[in-house]
């Protein structure tokens, strides 16, 4: 196969492009064979509405503050799904930034939940990077997704971390 003389500088670049700027996909099986894939890949400011991010300022994406330590995101979660039962949920996952190395280091197990049953379920985790961390919470009710929680808090991120699985109601 032959390429044009002015593809080769790019064909050579590629070469170089590190797993940091490509989608990577993570899987973990909870108890009850509930399947959840998260999809973390590069942050593309063309993608989005970025507005401030310089140096002490408050970044804004998608007109709200970005949950990350300081400067624009590095990396975005892309799409969070959950499996159950032949079903597939895709949970709200925009604003959620810097997640890569906690990613690959385990940090989709720090998701935990349950379903009642094929279309009613609820999940939690805490996500972040290095000095940041917020957390998030979903409610699947009747079929439909619900992202319930996004915050910063330290609090709520005690709240998780000690209580790791969202209340289940009898």
Not at 3 to 9: K, L, M, S
Not at 109 to 123: E, L, Q, S, T, V
Not at 149 to 170: A, H, I, Q
């Amino acid at each position: 196969m032959k390429f044009p003389i002015w593809a080769v500088p790019i064909v050579s670049m590629l070469a170089f492009v590190t797993p940091d700027i490509r989608a990577e996909t993570y899987r973990y099986v909870m108890p009850g064979e509930i399947i959840v894939t998260v999809v973390d890949g590069p942050f593309l400011a063309s993608e989005h509405h970025v507005r401030g991010c310089g140096k002490g300022q408050t970044c804004v994406v998608d007109h709200a503050p970005a949950l990350v330590e300081s400067g624009r995101p590095r990396d975005e979660i892309k799409s969070i799904s959950i499996g159950v039962d032949g079903m597939t949920y895709a949970l709200q996952a925009s604003g959620m930034f810097n997640t890569s190395t906690a990613l690959r280091n385990g940090g989709i197990k720090r998701i935990g939940g349950y379903c009642y049953d094929r279309h009613n379920c609820a999940f939690r985790g805490r996500f972040g990077d290095g000095g940041r961390s917020y957390v998030a919470e979903w409610v699947i009710k009747n079929g439909i997704p619900t992202r319930t929680v996004l915050s910063p808090s330290m609090d709520l991120g005690w709240l998780f971390d000690d209580n790791p699985m969202p209340p289940k109601y009898e």
